[in-house]
């Protein structure tokens, strides 16, 4: 059996779609991770945050302006 001009193209572009689509998991896989690492980063400045007024000093701008970005 032989395939025609038009079914070999059809197949290119499923490949495509499908190499397309994997490489956009990837992607967003990276991108979930990303965002579990800043929700643990989030949560540790929150802590030295908090640990900083407890003891009476005054947390840096930076730390203060990500908290308030991130809507903490």
Do not use: F, Y
Request: aromatic share 2%.
């Amino acid at each position: 059996m032989t395939l025609s001009t038009n079914s070999n193209r059809e197949i290119n572009l499923i490949i495509q779609l499908a190499n397309g689509l994997a490489t956009a998991l990837e992607i967003n896989g990276s991108r979930v991770e990303l965002l579990e690492l800043w929700a643990e980063e989030l949560v540790a400045l929150r802590e030295a945050h908090d640990l900083l007024l407890s003891a009476g000093l005054q947390p840096p701008a930076a730390v203060v302006n990500v908290l308030r970005m991130a809507g903490e």
